[in-house]
């Protein structure tokens, strides 16, 4: 058990610099998940951590000891692979003592270990068996119990469910939780998948080019995105993005969507150009209600999930954010930036093509500053 | 007329498609094999197309087994197969070690590491005939010179030393096939495995015993098994090298097949020879076949 920090980390392979100003603190017992698209830096900064990887500057710390120079054994972390990792020739019991074998702790004790773990994982049965006859599942499961076997103070985890089928991939993930929960061993997890960062984390890094962009709780990240990139890259679907002009009407900010008034819930002096950019999550959006100030829509596409829809519909003319929005690597980067998609929980059917009414509603819209994307 | 592509009969299709090839095979592997069998089996001097067959009889076998000669090449073979084998192995493993590294100039040091393996084997040999020279050799002159020794080694006429320069020529010449076949083994072997163990605490002795070496086993079987039929089959090094002499030193099973048969003129005897190693090699391949398929994953 132990907190893990990182002071000023920089990583650079020649002139490309993979990592810069890598600054974090991570409290023991924190299940913290490192997210963003693929070559955001993610990796490397775990391989930095487990000591696979040289740092180009910085200190890295755990449980308050500088481990920037010492190596991945001796630092006292645990790590699970993408790929597991297995032993291919050794029995799941000789791959789950193997750390304990190598630091050189009597057989018998090992044992007591190993037999302790695959309880604790449901391997028992399986203890005699190599990794070639286990599912990926229970693999995936072996390559955790040679982490918790060795009692470390913290876990390391590379995409440890990208290998599963979706089913299990839900499954495995709030085993993982609780495991870590029961465990209370400080957790640093690496995903590309934000619906993973958003059900397991405690703590999200959300990291682009090398460069952190926000770290707070799940819902810190959803409900207030210090930037575009992170408000487009949380959430699923992604939330929807549209410019707009700034207005001060009353002493308020407003925009307009489409036709209609949109009053915003930021003071007007920080609003400084004449337009902003303005987002709003598929959920937040409500469809149906006269009585709210709206515009109506033309539906081009119905999803419906049973009671669940998405609805999808053109982003008003003239209104859709094109070019570099700075979002690219989410989970939608292919979504058309004509379209926008509302998410209602509700009975009544929708057909394509149908006209219905929208309303924004006021404390739900996000502004960013169209130059520097960030949240205003 | 029979529907090719249904399903019923499609594998007929296939066995149709094979059968010229299958032919082929029988034609220039089995048949030798049932020849050599047969010849051995039968009191010739000279093997001649178109002779009368000879009654069938076993005492070219049991020669065989009675000769000392006989006895005296299983020895050579088994000593030579153990020596070359397990060097070239070490010095191919060591190799491939080298230059699976990065480091500068690394294509450069895999081509040398392949090199005597692309040299022609009389060529080869033939230089070292020259190097290994009691006389005029570069490598008496250097012993010498480094007053490792104090008379020229008689390469030639020593049993011993001729036995061990047959060695050192098939050791240069058999360890790159080892070095490459390691290397490609060793670049199959996933990072992460080796990653895990340095996190697992292993250090760089460990890891090569925990991880290097089991997953090499099932190349190690294969290219051990290449060796050895190479040195039981291989002519040319010896034969350009000692001519199987000096009094049987060198004088391996597939020496002693071509003196039955072509210096003797004894090819019953010969192919008798010929049939045993035949399956002596079966037998060994298959062992150590058996055995590193298992070990695989």
């Given at each position: 058990m132990a907190n893990i920090r990182f002071n000023n980390v920089q990583k650079s392979y020649g002139p490309f610099e993979a990592i810069r100003n890598f600054d974090l603190s991570v409290e023991d017992g924190d299940f913290c998940v490192f997210v963003g698209p693929s070559g955001c830096g993610k990796s490397t900064a775990l391989k930095m951590l487990a000591g696979l990887e040289a740092t180009s500057g910085g200190t890295i710390e755990i449980g308050g000891r500088d481990v920037t120079d010492l190596g991945p054994g001796k630092r006292d972390i645990a790590m699970?692979?993408?790929?597991?990792?297995?032993?291919?020739?050794?029995?799941?019991?000789?791959?789950?003592?193997?750390?304990?074998?190598?630091?050189?702790?009597?057989?018998?004790?090992?044992?007591?270990?190993?037999?302790?773990?695959?309880?604790?994982?449901?391997?028992?049965?399986?203890?005699?068996?190599?990794?070639?006859?286990?599912?990926?599942?229970?693999?995936?499961?072996?390559?955790l119990g040679r982490a918790i076997v060795r009692e470390p103070s913290?876990?390391?985890?590379?995409?440890?469910?990208?290998?599963?089928?979706?089913?299990?991939?839900?499954?495995?993930?709030?085993?993982?939780?609780?495991?870590?929960?029961?465990?209370g061993v400080t957790t640093i997890y690496v995903t590309h998948d934000q619906v993973e960062a958003l059900t397991m984390a405690t703590k999200i890094v959300v990291m682009r080019g090398g460069v952190i962009q926000q770290i707070g709780t799940p819902e810190a990240l959803f409900e207030t995105p210090a930037n575009l990139?992170?408000?487009?890259?949380?959430?699923?679907?992604?939330?929807?993005?549209?410019?707009?002009?700034?207005?001060?009407?009353?002493?308020?900010?407003?925009?307009?969507?489409?036709?209609?008034?949109?009053?915003?819930?930021?003071?007007?002096?920080?609003?400084?150009?004449?337009?902003?950019?303005?987002?709003?999550?598929?959920?937040?959006?409500?469809?149906?209600?006269?009585?709210?100030?709206?515009?109506?829509?033309?539906?081009?596409?119905?999803?419906?999930?049973?009671?669940?829809?998405?609805?999808?519909?053109p982003t008003p003319k003239g209104q859709a954010l094109e070019g570099d929005t700075g979002i690219e690597g989410s989970d939608d980067a292919e979504r058309d930036a004509q379209t926008m998609l509302a998410r209602v929980i509700d009975d009544r059917r929708y057909r394509d093509g149908e006209t219905v009414h929208v309303a924004l509603p006021e404390g739900k819209v996000h502004v960013f500053d169209p130059d520097s994307h960030a949240a205003l | 007329m029979i529907d090719f592509s249904s399903p019923r009969h499609r594998s007929k299709f296939g066995y149709l498609l094979l059968a010229p090839a299958v032919l082929l095979m029988a034609l220039i592997i089995i048949y030798p094999i049932l020849l050599s069998v047969d010849i051995s089996l039968q009191d010739v001097r000279i093997a001649r197309v178109g002779a009368d067959r000879e009654p069938w009889t076993t005492e070219n076998y049991s020669?065989?087994?009675?000769?000392?000669?006989?006895?005296?090449?299983?020895?050579?073979?088994?000593?030579?197969?153990?020596?070359?084998?397990?060097?070239?192995?070490?010095?191919?493993?060591?190799?491939?070690?080298?230059?699976?590294?990065?480091?500068?100039?690394?294509?450069?040091?895999?081509?040398?590491?392949?090199?005597?393996?692309?040299?022609?084997?009389?060529?080869?040999?033939?230089?070292?005939?020259?190097?290994?020279?009691?006389?005029?050799?570069?490598?008496?002159?250097?012993?010498?010179?480094?007053?490792?020794i104090s008379e020229p080694i008689q390469f030639a006429s020593n049993a011993t030393a001729a036995f061990f320069a047959v060695c050192l020529v098939m050791i240069w010449k058999g360890y790159p096939l080892m070095s490459i076949m390691l290397l490609a083994g060793l670049q199959s072997i996933p990072e992460e495995q080796y990653q895990a163990a340095?996190?697992?605490?292993?250090?760089?002795?460990?890891?090569?015993?925990?991880?290097?070496?089991?997953?090499?086993?099932?190349?190690?079987?294969?290219?051990?098994?290449?060796?050895?039929?190479?040195?039981?089959?291989?002519?040319?090094?010896?034969?350009?090298?000692?001519?199987?002499?000096?009094?049987?030193?060198?004088?391996?099973?597939s020496i002693l097949t071509f003196e039955q048969s072509f210096s003797f003129f004894k090819m019953g005897q010969g192919a008798a020879v010929g049939v045993v190693t035949m399956i002596i090699c079966a037998v060994i391949s298959r062992a150590l076949v058996g055995r590193f398929a298992s070990s695989a994953h």
């Open positions: 699970v692979f993408q790929n597991y990792a297995l032993y291919p020739h050794m029995t799941v019991r000789a791959n789950i003592g193997f750390g304990l074998k190598m630091r050189n702790m009597d057989k018998a004790q090992i044992n007591a270990k190993v037999e302790e773990a695959a309880a604790m994982l449901e391997l028992t049965d399986y203890l005699d068996r190599r990794p070639r006859a286990l599912s990926g599942g229970q693999r995936q499961r072996v390559a913290a876990f390391l985890m590379d995409e440890p469910l990208s290998n599963l089928d979706a089913k299990l991939r839900v499954q495995t993930r709030s085993e993982i939780v609780k495991l870590q929960k029961r465990l990139f992170v408000a487009g890259f949380i959430g699923s679907p992604g939330m929807n993005f549209f410019r707009g002009p700034v207005e001060v009407e009353n002493g308020r900010a407003v925009t307009r969507f489409g036709d209609q008034k949109v009053t915003l819930n930021v003071a007007p002096e920080k609003l400084s150009g004449t337009h902003a950019i303005f987002g709003i999550r598929p959920e937040h959006m409500v469809v149906g209600d006269t009585t709210m100030p709206g515009a109506p829509v033309a539906l081009s596409l119905v999803e419906s999930l049973g009671t669940e829809k998405i609805l999808h519909f | 020669w065989l087994f009675n000769s000392g000669e006989f006895w005296n090449a299983v020895w050579v073979t088994a000593k030579m197969v153990l020596t070359v084998g397990g060097i070239s192995l070490i010095i191919g493993l060591a190799t491939a070690l080298l230059v699976n590294q990065r480091f500068r100039g690394r294509s450069l040091a895999r081509l040398f590491v392949a090199l005597p393996w692309a040299v022609p084997e009389v060529v080869a040999t033939v230089i070292w005939a020259w190097m290994l020279d009691s006389s005029f050799g570069v490598i008496n002159w250097l012993l010498l010179r480094a007053h490792l340095r996190v697992d605490g292993a250090n760089v002795w460990k890891r090569f015993i925990y991880v290097t070496l089991p997953n090499l086993a099932p190349v190690i079987g294969v290219t051990a098994v290449m060796t050895t039929l190479w040195v039981f089959r291989d002519f040319a090094i010896i034969y350009v090298l000692t001519q199987g002499g000096p009094i049987g030193g060198t004088t391996t099973l």
